[in-house]
């Protein structure tokens, strides 16, 4: 049986500490004694699993186990095995301690109470953090928007989303998760956005794009033609001889940037012709340039 403590709590050697946290309370729930009562396999389970946390559960002595200057026991040299049995040494023994048990975050209260009963020194835990998703929609991502937020203990609050927000970004509300343990600090409550997507308008960074219908009257002639923005209707002009694909700019109607300013906004033209118009077709049978006109010359010459 091994004892590196990253075996012990099943964990990869880059597991983050929220990762290591979550390893050891899981594990400590299953074997304390406390709670397996008469079976000695569950207090040595909980002894390794202890240890294993005391060594991860430490950023300096994870960093020392990991260059190998000190062991899984946490000493300098080979184990003396007394360090590892401070989960059963009492009150004032040299080896008693409460290391690595101070960052866990939780809320089980019976595991926190067993814990300070082990090490024999009081318990204080930060509170957990709250993990929500909050559906918004594009324009509110835009423009920014004030939610009604119901947090999971009934509390209810307002909640400002900024303008310029994006797809998965979180935000925290410091304070708003579960209490902390033994004078500890509250969590924070981490709300994730989920921005629901436009019909119209696609986002591409800082830009907004958007296809824009227009008349052949007006790809051929050109003339000024309302545009839809995030943030109101705009007026641009269309130059004479557009086609579709062409794609013209809004400076400014892009996203609001964190550091002040806004993204553009890129308009791409898409020429839609009338249907089933006898006088569009009579024109067009008649028209002899625009039956000599080739647009796929190109292609047909690198073919």
């Known amino acids: 049986m091994s004892d590196n ?3 012990v709590l099943a964990i990869k050697r ?5 990762e290591i946290q ?6 400590a729930k299953k074997h304390h004694p406390d709670l397996n009562p008469g079976d000695p396999r569950a207090a040595e ?21 990991d260059r190998g200057e000190i062991d899984a026991s946490g000493t300098e040299k080979p184990p003396h095995r ?3 049995d401070f989960a059963d040494a009492s009150d004032g023994h040299p080896y008693a301690s409460a290391a690595g048990f101070e960052d866990m975050t939780g809320t089980d209260d019976l595991l926190s109470e067993l814990l300070r009963r082990r090490t024999g020194t009081s318990f ?14 594009f324009l509110e991502a835009v423009n920014g928007t004030i939610k009604h937020v119901v947090l999971p203990d009934g509390t209810a609050l307002d909640f400002v989303v900024p303008a310029g927000v994006s797809d998965g970004q979180i935000l925290g509300l410091a304070g708003k998760g579960e209490p902390g343990l033994g004078g500890a600090p509250p969590g924070d409550a981490l709300v994730q956005l989920e921005v629901r997507p436009h019909r119209r308008f696609r986002r591409e960074g800082d830009d907004i794009r958007l296809d824009l219908p227009i008349s052949l009257t007006e790809a051929v002639l050109g003339g000024r033609v309302e545009v839809p923005t995030p943030t109101g209707r705009v007026t641009m002009s269309i130059p004479k001889g557009s086609n579709t694909g062409k794609v013209l700019r809004l400076r ?7 550091q002040g300013g806004h993204g553009d906004m890129y308009v791409t033209l898409q020429v839609v012709l009338p249907e089933n118009d006898p006088d569009l077709e009579t024109f067009v049978t008649h028209w002899q340039r625009g039956l000599a006109h080739n647009p796929r010359r190109d292609l047909e010459r690198e073919a």
Not at 14 to 18: G, I, K, P, Y
Not at 252 to 258: A, E
């Open 22 to 27: 979550r390893a050891f309370r899981k594990l």
């Open 252 to 258: 400014g109607k892009g996203m609001p940037r964190p």
């Open 124 to 137: 204080r835990m930060r509170g957990a953090d709250r993990h929500l998703r909050l559906p918004i929609d």
């Open 45 to 65: 389970a909980f002894k390794r699993i202890s240890g294993a946390y005391d060594i991860l559960g430490d950023p300096e002595k994870r960093a020392r186990f």
């Open 14 to 18: 880059d597991a983050s500490a929220e």
């Open 5 to 7: 403590p990253y075996d």
């Open 82 to 84: 007394f360090y590892r």
